[in-house]
């Protein structure tokens, strides 16, 4: 700007600063993700070690991190509160499940080329017709906000599995897809033969042959943790950028954010398919690890759960999503479980029968319930809250006193 | 009419210098029964700063709402820089959303303060810019050498444009936590982000004491010279704008009642009444005679407007 003094610092040095300080703060945060991602690596190694057995459990839950970073997008980064999102994981799920199953009608009839009928290009495929399908799904509700979005939402949450279910000349109905592709195994060796010459090739590879197998619930553990990995990068990315930004300012007011040139449609549009998309990652590898999908795995809980996941961690911080969807995982799966153990035990030496025989996986519902009152009563940006979040939710009796003080110190500085 | 603007700027001789900014034909807004705007067309000479007055509840907003695409109008034109933008009432319907008008070059602030509030200073400027950027999704992804580029080059000009309206120490601030002065200030650099042709100024000095006042006037007579650009300012407060514009249309239950200098609009007879039959020396009889007349006015408005 022509008009400005110039000040010591020029605007270039301080974005050029600023940068510099993402930049730092990029690169610790990447620091510690690395550190998280080699501990949990190592982890499969300890399980067996020490015989916990826990592998078939922690992958499931890995899922459910990957579905609530994508639900993230929509709920957390543009504030469009979607409590339909199973919809899209169903998508994604079956998506694989019609491209490679041998049960599928697409392939039996033909329609699926023999090059797609494998995981990896059946869950890039997959990724897409969840995104399509978000912008599907998410087009309808465009001119919706809060209470109304919500209830459409979940009336597409509940229209999705239901045709699934019902379209039985397409779904199968409620017997399901069977046989679905896993990844194909990667060798632990290069192998070839050259022809015309013959010479025969063979280079051993530093590993041993890598096979997606129930049997191999390691390989499993860490392919899902890779697509975690990829996830994480890809959103971090995407929220620190133009579109992450226009995401905020409508979540923040979306008159004003059309007024300064936002396209909401677009942008609306973007956070459904791109939250959306993360879905059809979860959904392929959710359907090629446990190999068969069926309508009723897919119930209207899972939304709630995935959503109570984003809030738990905090809306809008994909780390916090990501430490609430383990903390919800962790307690749903294995604590739950765990716990019935010892009361179990009170129970027998009470000789109090009832406590003797119950089962705390069946009050988890209840558990979650309370826990969730109790989160919104005490932190109401989650355990990990957004910068912005938290300022939403504090208390305005420091902002007047923000203010107050820049008031003071305005009419001593000019005049 | 008047025409007397300031003195032609460099960018205006470019675009044709004799076309006005922008032009309202026979603007009408209804709600229900109510007739918000009623017939309105103003004309806004290019490079000038322009007022639209009238009490409150006059219209000002729901016209200002028009231009900036947030109602579609009952009936009526409305021309910008030589282009129909908008168009209702029989014929071609045309309609811009606020996106596509602020892409045109018409940003705006707003009567009651819209920042984003939980985002920084810059931030909020840099959604000013949005509609100027290109970077696509994939792009941010991968943040190729073309994405980073573009966002320095778009903070540096946030920063310029913060230090220019004196907010450049505030830069990393949460917008909510701006003095109110300064929050005034942060949504005009966040209209200016989008290097605008008109900038539409909806009670600008509203909650302001008279310096401040005194102040923001002159910061707006700053920025048209600087900028190169027209201002549209509302105001209910007369004083507020008879030093600083150009030309003042005045509004008066949806109707334009007149249109003109400063002097003019000072020394009009309905104007007086309208405004300032509310002063000290106005007696009750002339304030009856205002609202005797008003009905009467609002009586023909609607009696034209359903023949």
């Known amino acids: 700007m022509a008009a400005t003094a110039s000040t010591a610092p020029s605007v270039a040095d301080r974005a050029d600063r600023w940068f510099a300080q993402r930049k730092a703060d990029d690169q610790r945060r990447l620091k510690w993700v690395l550190v998280v991602a080699a501990i949990t690596a190592i982890y499969p190694f300890i399980d067996s070690a020490l015989g916990i057995g826990r592998l078939g459990t922690l992958i499931p839950m890995f899922v459910f991190v990957i579905l609530a970073m994508g639900l993230n997008i929509v709920v957390g980064y543009a504030g469009l509160l979607d409590i339909g999102y199973v919809a899209f994981f169903v998508i994604g799920a079956y998506g694989n499940a019609f491209l490679t199953s041998p049960n599928s009608v697409f392939v039996q009839k033909g329609w699926v080329p023999e090059w797609l009928q494998a995981f990896w290009p059946a869950m890039a495929v997959s990724w897409i017709l969840a995104a399509i399908s978000g912008v599907i799904i998410g087009a309808p509700t465009l001119r919706l906000r809060g209470d109304y979005l919500a209830i459409v939402t979940l009336g597409f949450g509940e229209i999705v599995p239901d045709f699934y279910t019902n379209a039985e000349s397409i779904t199968r109905g409620p017997r399901g897809i069977g046989q679905i592709a896993k990844p194909a195994t990667i060798p632990g060796e290069i192998d070839f033969t050259i022809p015309l010459v013959d010479w025969h090739v063979n280079i ?82 959710y359907s090629g690890y446990v190999r068969v999908v069926y309508p009723d795995q897919f119930q209207f809980s899972i939304s709630v759960i995935i959503l109570c996941m984003v809030i738990l961690g905090g809306l809008g911080n994909v780390y916090g999503v990501i430490a609430g969807a383990m903390i919800i995982g962790a307690f749903d799966r294995i604590l739950a479980e765990e716990l019935s153990k010892p009361l179990n035990w009170i129970g027998e030496q009470i000789g109090w029968d009832a406590l003797a025989n119950h089962n705390v996986t069946s009050d988890r519902f209840l558990i979650f319930g309370v826990a969730l009152v109790l989160l919104m009563l005490l932190r109401p940006g989650g355990l990990f809250p957004q910068r912005a979040r938290a300022a939403e939710m504090a208390p305005e009796s420091e902002d007047i006193t923000a203010q107050e003080q820049e008031d003071l110190a305005d009419v001593s500085g000019r005049v | 009419m008047v025409t007397q603007t300031a003195q032609p700027t460099a960018a205006s001789q470019t675009a044709g210098s004799g076309t006005p900014i922008l032009e309202t034909r026979s603007i009408t807004q209804r709600f229900g029964g ?37 109602y579609r109008p009952t009936e009526g034109e409305v021309i910008f820089d030589g282009e129909v933008i908008m168009r209702s009432g029989g014929g071609s319907r045309k309609w811009k959303r606020p996106d596509q008008v602020m892409e045109l070059g018409i940003a705006r602030t707003f009567q009651n303060i819209r920042l984003f509030a939980n985002m920084s200073a810059l931030d909020n400027v840099l959604i000013g810019m949005h509609s100027r950027m290109k970077a696509t999704p994939l792009g941010a992804i991968l943040r190729t050498p073309s994405v980073r580029q573009e966002e320095r080059e778009a903070r540096i000009r946030g920063l310029g444009l913060l230090d220019y309206v004196g907010l450049g120490r505030h830069s990393e601030a949460i917008a909510k936590n701006l003095s109110y002065g300064d929050q005034r200030r942060l949504e005009i650099a966040r209209a200016l982000a989008s290097d605008p042709k008109l900038l539409l100024l909806d009670e600008p000095t509203a909650g302001m004491n008279p310096q401040e006042t005194a102040g923001m006037t002159r910061f707006f007579d700053q920025i048209r010279r600087d900028l190169d650009l027209t201002v549209l300012l509302i105001e209910h407060d007369m004083k507020v704008v008879m030093g600083i514009s150009d030309h003042i249309t005045v509004l008066d239950h949806g109707q334009k009642i007149a249109e003109g200098t400063p002097e003019q609009v000072r020394t009009n007879e309905k104007v007086i009444e309208a405004y300032l039959g509310k002063d000290a020396e106005a007696t009750a009889e002339q304030l009856v005679r205002r609202q005797e007349e008003n009905t009467a006015e609002r009586a023909a408005a609607t009696g034209a407007a359903n023949p």
């Open chain 1, 204 to 285: 051993p590879l530093p590993w041993d042959a890598i096979s997606f197998t129930t049997v191999d619930q390691r390989n499993w553990f860490w392919l899902i943790l890779l697509v975690m990995l990829f996830s994480l990068f890809m959103i971090t990315r995407l929220h620190d950028s133009r579109l992450g930004r226009a995401w905020q300012a409508i979540r923040e007011d979306e008159v004003a954010a059309a007024s300064m040139g936002v396209n909401l449609v677009r942008t609306k549009l973007w956070a459904f398919a791109l939250g959306a998309s993360f879905s059809g990652f979860a959904g392929a590898v």
């Open chain 2, 34 to 70: 109510l007739v918000a705007v009623d017939s309105v067309s103003i004309t806004i000479p290019r490079g000038s700063i322009s007022s639209v007055i009238g009490p409150n509840g006059a219209g000002k907003t729901t016209l200002f709402n028009i231009i900036a695409g947030i």
